[in-house]
């Protein structure tokens, strides 16, 4: 197919086992990633000897994702979306032989260093969204993005559930303790990486890429680049992600003081890893569980407005999170707000952003997106830290609504009334 022109009907069918093969693989993919994010923190402690150690594995795992993001993107634009996200998952397969590796000889820079080549696959993982709507139509672009999202659901799920059966399928081949996951996650992403070598042809954003030259030559002229829409897009993604990820990360430690200072004796261990683990839950599906409805409502309703409905969810998040950060309930309720407002955001400010970037300079900005996005997350979440040291939780859901104010405030159009909000918005169905 990819050296003929194509009908409206076969690019259908193009898109959608495209994005069956992308959804697939995001389950896969999120396995090693799921089982990197809960083993990480406990094998860093093990090895350094110190709990003040442990966060670096969450650290590392985004900067490999921060570093990687836009070489990926580039690598994309110029040979395609499949070597790109095969790349990924070879960037995975390596990092987890790694980690077995320095699990062994209990090396803790090399430990970070294999986490970190994980946090490089993830960010070939985290492309598969963008490579959702190479060739999706501007009426679908949402949905089918946000399907690929959901997605990440059950990896997300998945890479943890199996700690306990993969420590006993580890014990049973002779790996090193707390590793024993990691024999799942590499046989997912060896998966991953075949589904992607054999099934992910045509590749998505090749034929889009030929089809748009083909178009324009047709029209006789470029497609339209909007560069203020797209840098807004970028701003919007980013700064939500910051503020999900800010307050989410310290949320377990305001839970475990609140649960110190609430009863007359100390809580158990498992009582207060209850109570983390119900609100944490709750957040992760706010967060994927309806991506596809806020998919169809950013192709129905508008991107932007899909947007701005995202940062009054996080308001809301952060309302709670502000005004009844004293009580359990007003927590979880802040903690399911919080996902539902970067779910809006992040899947409508996607779809957003590719389609206010000509298809010479979208795989390039949704690279410097993601890496953008992890970098700024990584700084929220040590600056969380510090403001809720020093100003409690109801301090830190106050400094996270200035990001929402100013992503407000700085849509497009927002000082330009009379300017023809199609111009401005989003291209969703008329």
Known sequence: MSGVALSAAQVLRVQRRTVLVLSVGKVLGG???????????????????????????????????????????????????????????????????????????????????????IGAGNAGNLQSRFASTDLASAQHRGRDLSIVVWATTIGGVAGPLLLGPGEVVGEFIGMPPQTGSYAFSFVAQCAALGLYLVALRPDPL???????????????????????????????????????????????????????????????????????????????????????????????WG????????QALLAGALAFAVFVSDREWGVIVALILLGLGWSAATVAGAALLTEASAPDLRTR?????????????????????????????????????VLVVA????????????????????????
């Open 31 to 117: 396995v090693a990633f799921g089982a990197t994010v809960s083993l990480g923190a406990l094998l860093a402690a093990d090895i350094s000897g110190s709990d003040a150690l442990s966060g670096m594995a969450t650290a590392s795992v985004t900067l490999g994702a921060a570093l990687c993001a836009i070489p990926l993107a580039r690598l994309a634009a110029r040979v395609g979306r499949r070597r790109a996200l095969t790349l990924g998952n070879l960037f995975a397969l390596v990092g987890i032989a790694i980690v077995i590796t320095a699990a062994s000889l209990r090396v803790f820079p090399l430990l970070l260093v294999g986490i970190v080549m």
């Open 303 to 310: 991107r932007l407005r899909t947007v701005l409905l995202g």
């Open 407 to 430: 992503i407000v405030a700085a849509r497009p159009g927002a000082f330009s009334p009379r300017r023809d909000h199609d111009t401005v918005n989003d291209g969703a169905m008329a």
């Open 206 to 300: 090749l034929t889009a890429q030929r089809l748009a030259v083909a178009a324009a030559a047709t029209a006789n002229r470029a497609v339209e680049d909007r560069p203020i829409v797209a840098r807004y897009a970028i701003f919007a993604i980013a700064g939500s992600h910051v503020v999900m990820a800010s307050v989410m990360a310290m949320t377990p430690v305001h839970l475990a003081h609140m649960a110190h200072g609430a009863h007359g004796m100390a809580p158990t261990p498992a009582d207060v890893s209850a109570l983390v683990g119900i609100t944490i839950a709750l957040h992760v599906g706010g967060m994927y569980a309806l991506s596809p409805l806020f998919g169809i409502l950013a192709d129905r």
């Open 365 to 401: 900005r949704q690279g410097r997106s993601d890496s953008l996005m992890s970098l700024s997350a990584a700084a929220g979440s040590v600056l969380a830290g510090v403001i809720l040291s020093n100003f409690q939780y109801a301090g830190l859901g106050i400094a996270a609504s």
